[in-house]
C-alpha cells in the first residue's frame, strides 16, 4: 500500500470511529447509561467479530492491516492525555472528614475481590486453560486475575454520582474518595505484576528486580525532583496556557516512554505524571489545562475503545466461554457491593447509604478497559479470557445505574412515612 492509499485509509476509517463512537456514546446517555457504555459498544461491533463477519469485504477495505500502527500510536496518544488528567485531578484530600470509612471501604473493596479474583484463577486452572490459559499459571497471571476484579473506574463512577445528584450526599463522597484510594492501590499491584519477569516488553532483558529498582528509582526523582522544578516553572514564570498545556503534555509522554521502556505500560508513566504536577497556588485546578486535557482525551479515546474492540473475540466464545462470563459477572457484582456495603456499615454510614457506595463502587469502565489491554499486552491474559473480562467490565458498567435505582427504591420504602400535619408524635417511651 503506497502512503498515499494508507493516508486515505487511515482517514476514512477515523472518521468512521470517531462519528460510530460519539453516536454511541450520545446513544447510550439517551438510555440512562454512561457515555462509555456506547462508546465501548461502538467499538465492538467495528470489530472484527461484528463487521468483519458481518462484512468481511467492507471491513477489509475500511481496516486494512497497514493503518493498524497508526490506529495504535493515537490510542496510546489518547490514553496518556487521559490518565495524565485523572493523575493530575487525584486529590487524596477528598477524604475529608469521611477519611476513616472511606479508607476502610477502600481496603475491603481492594482485599475481597483480589482474594477471589485470585482464588478462582488457582481452583479453577482447567477452566482458564479452555480459555487459552496455560495450565501453569504464573504468579503475575494470578495476580492480575485478582486485580480485574478490584479495580473500580473512579471517570465512570464520578459522572454516575453526579448525574445521580450524589456529589454532595455521603453515600457519593465516600464512594469517590474511596475509589481514588482503590484504583491508586490497584495501579500499583498492576504495576508489579506487569515487573514480573514473564510480563512486559521492555526492560531491555533486565531481570524484574532490576526493573523495579529503577521503577522505583524513578518515581523518587519525579516526586523530589520533577515536581519542585514544574513548581518553580509553572508558578514563577507566565507561560502562555498553549505553550503551558504543549510542555506538560510532553513531559507525560516522556515519562510514558520511561516507564515503558522499564518493562511497564504508558499508563503508569502518564499516571505518575499527572500526579506529581502541582497544583496552583491555592491548591486549585488549572482551568487552562484541565479543560483541553478533557477535550482532547474524549475526542481520541474513541480510538483506544476500536482497538479494545478489535482484541475482542466473539468467535472464541464458546459455551464455557459464556458460563465463564456469567460466573465473573456475578462475582465481580456480588464482590464489590457486599465488600462495599460491609465495610460502609462498619463505617457508621446506615445500611442505605452503605448499599449506595457498594453499588457505586461496582462500576469498572474504561479503568477496566485500560487494565486489561495492558495485561493482553504483557502476555498475561489470552484472547478468550480477555473477552470474558471486556463483557463482564461493560455488564457491571450496565448494571450500575438500574442497581442505583432499585437501591434508592428500597430506602423509599422502608423509610417511614412522615406524619400528616398537625398530628403529635408520640416519644418514644423505651
Known sequence: ??????????????????????????????????????????GIALGPSLLGSAAPDAYAVLFPAEIGPALTGFSQFALVVFLFAVGYELDLKVLGDRARTS????????????????????????????????????????????????ITAV???????RENGLSRSVPGV??????????????????????????????GGLGWPWRAALAVGFVTVMACAARPVLRRLLWRTRLEPSLRLALLVGFALA???????LGLHVIFGALLA???????????????????????????????????????ALNSMTGTGWAALLVVTVLAVVTKVGSGTAAARLGGLDRHDARTVGVLLSARGLTELIALNAGLEAGLLSAPLYTVLV?????????????????????????PAAPAPGTAVKPYAG
Open 255 to 261: 515519562s510514558a516512554w520511561v516507564t515503558h521502556s
Open 391 to 415: 463483557f463482564m467490565a461493560l455488564a457491571t458498567t450496565l448494571l450500575t445505574q438500574p442497581l442505583l435505582v432499585l437501591t434508592r427504591r428500597l430506602a423509599a420504602r422502608d423509610r
Open 155 to 161: 471517570p465512570v463512577l464520578t459522572a454516575i454520582v
Open 103 to 150: 479508607l476502610i471501604v477502600a481496603l475491603a473493596a481492594f482485599v475481597v475481590p483480589m482474594a477471589v479474583g485470585s482464588g478462582c484463577a488457582l481452583l479453577f486452572r482447567d477452566v482458564l486453560r479452555d480459555l487459552g490459559m496455560p495450565r501453569d499459571l504464573s504468579p503475575a497471571m494470578v495476580v492480575f486475575a485478582g486485580v480485574a476484579l478490584s
Open 174 to 203: 465516600v464512594a469517590v474518595s474511596a475509589a481514588g484510594v482503590l484504583d491508586l492501590v490497584c495501579w500499583t499491584v498492576l504495576a508489579g505484576a506487569l515487573l514480573d519477569g514473564h510480563a512486559g516488553g521492555g526492560g
Open 1 to 42: 500500500m503506497s502512503p498515499d492509499t494508507m493516508i486515505a485509509h487511515f482517514t476514512g476509517a477515523s472518521a468512521l470511529i470517531l462519528v460510530a463512537a460519539h453516536a454511541g456514546g450520545w446513544l447510550a446517555r439517551r438510555l440512562g447509561q454512561p457515555y462509555i457504555v456506547g462508546q465501548l459498544s461502538a
Open 274 to 312: 499527572g500526579v506529581v504536577v502541582p497544583r496552583e497556588e491555592g491548591g486549585t485546578l488549572d482551568p487552562d489545562l484541565l479543560r483541553p486535557l478533557h477535550e482532547v482525551g474524549s475526542l481520541l479515546l474513541p480510538f483506544f475503545f476500536v482497538l479494545s474492540g478489535q482484541s475482542v
